[in-house]
């Protein structure tokens, strides 16, 4: 049998239909750059859901035609990947989620910490000890005179309250729920006039996204955002410890429980009945619907007239201003507040000090230690034979709790050279200079005085 050459085919194809043949030419559907505008905004919407769970009674105002459905639809797919199982202490099966799946920011490093009763070292905390770093690093601060090269800031904190092992905090923002009501209303009413003008294809879109947009919320919202810290074993000594990075210092003061709430403490996202893992289904069920939602927005609205494609934006702009409201809330304030609400709103008192020998000085009066040997060595490590002798009268001094005063006796040792005791007593001077200026707020600081 003759088969022809499939160039000869090609060729023939267009005299076969005419020249003048398009496909689907005579077709009436359309499509138009209008069903684009709800695949735009996701990042916007984003915010929205994850605040759902955060503020108090958001998750049952999100009946709105929501844009940016198809990159909601992606973070719901990773947050029910990053589900596993937790179980509670009354053995309750529970599944927890990683809160980095709807905030990117989440899973900050950070800075060391040093606990000074029992020694031990992180070379890098966790997400939460990076907050708090930040709440203290913009606090009210004190100046303490002295000389000045790098201004280093000491901030004290003291953690009278000890966190439970689990904590369930939320923030009560009235302004959400009151501006929530307004894409709410827009979308129920430009859905019912596409219902009265028989423009049934944006009509049913934006009725559809309502309803998405309000599951969504839901299931997320059932979830609820946790906090939790080791528990320390009994009998733990003081959890005293320095938390610190090249601006600054923090002394944490408390209880080893409340430390650990902020050095090893974490935010997460808890999902809990009697079949765990059927809200992990509910989540992944509505990654799917959301990505039909946008593809069905893509497809519908343009079958619609000029006016049903008008309902369509004016919905999904207001719902985008909305979303962009929420936005524009700096997440890391409202995890910072939420720490803070755990911690009990802790003391800080925050200090500016010229140097970093007198912050070293200044930290070691404030942790009021018996042998203060391993926290100093610790804090500047440099051991040359004129940073010994500074060592060696700083700790003598504090180890028989003596004032920090220093004179020429101190730093005149023949076998310095002579560029070697001018620093050693810029450093002595230094050490005073950091001693005075702890001793104006001495009571602030120490509830009970040892000098």
């Known amino acids: 049998m003759y088969i022809p050459p499939l160039s000869n085919i090609i060729r023939a194809v267009p005299r076969a239909v005419g020249a003048d043949y398009i496909p689907l030419e005579n077709t009436s559907f359309i499509l138009n750059s209008t069903g684009v505008a709800g695949l735009f905004g996701g990042e916007e919407a984003v915010a929205s859901i994850a605040l759902v769970h955060v503020f108090e009674g958001r ?21 029910a ?12 099966e529970r599944v927890q989620t990683d809160l980095a799946s709807l905030f990117d920011y989440d899973g900050r490093k950070g800075p060391k910490f040093r606990a000074v009763h029992s020694g031990t070292t992180f070379q890098e905390t966790g997400h939460l000890a990076a907050l708090f770093m930040k709440e203290c690093m913009e606090s009210h601060a004190i100046p303490i005179e002295g000389r000045e090269t790098q201004p280093v800031s000491v901030t004290i904190a003291n953690l009278e309250y000890v966190p439970r092992h689990e904590e369930f905090p939320t923030l009560h923002r009235r302004r959400a729920r009151f501006f929530a009501g307004v894409p709410i209303l827009v979308s129920v009413g430009t859905c019912v006039v596409c219902g009265l003008f028989h423009e049934w294809y944006t009509f049913s879109v934006i009725l559809f996204g309502m309803i998405v947009s309000g599951i969504s ?12 810290h080791p528990e320390p074993a009994p009998g733990s000594p003081p959890g005293d410890g320095i938390l610190g990075c090249e601006e600054g210092v923090v002394l944490l003061k408390g209880q080893e429980g ?17 079949d765990a893992w059927r809200s992990v289904r509910y989540i992944r069920a509505c990654s799917i619907i959301l990505v039909i939602q946008a593809i069905a927005q893509l497809i519908l609205v343009p079958q ?36 803070m609400k755990v911690l009990r709103k802790p003391r800080l008192t925050r200090f500016i000090l010229g140097t970093r020998t007198s912050m070293v000085i200044f930290v070691l009066l404030a942790l009021d230690m018996d042998d203060p040997q391993n926290v100093i060595n610790f804090l500047l490590p440099p051991n040359t034979k004129a940073w010994q002798i500074w060592k060696a009268a700083v700790i003598k001094r504090l180890q028989n709790h003596e004032k920090l005063k220093f004179d020429v006796s101190d730093w005149d040792d023949s076998s310095l050279l002579e560029g070697e005791r001018h620093m050693l ?10 001693y005075e200026g702890f001793e104006l707020y001495r ?4 509830p009970s005085t040892k000098m």
């Open 59 to 79: 998750r049952w105002f999100g009946w709105y035609n929501s844009p940016g459905s198809y990159i909601m639809g992606m973070r719901f797919n990773r947050l």
């Open 81 to 92: 990947r990053s589900a596993v199982p937790s179980l509670s202490q009354n053995k309750r």
């Open 217 to 228: 919320c839901l299931v997320i919202g059932s979830g609820t955002f946790r906090f939790t």
């Open 258 to 274: 409340a430390v650990n709430a902020v050095t090893r403490g974490r935010f997460s996202l808890l999902f809990e009945c009697k």
């Open 304 to 339: 619609s007239s000029a006016f049903g494609q008008l309902m369509f934006v004016v919905s999904v702009a207001v719902s985008w201003v909305y979303n962009l409201w929420l936005w524009s809330i700096d997440k890391e304030k409202v995890q910072r507040d939420l720490l």
């Open 425 to 434: 007593e810029t450093l002595f001077k230094d050490a005073q200079h950091a």
């Open 443 to 446: 009571e602030q600081i120490l």
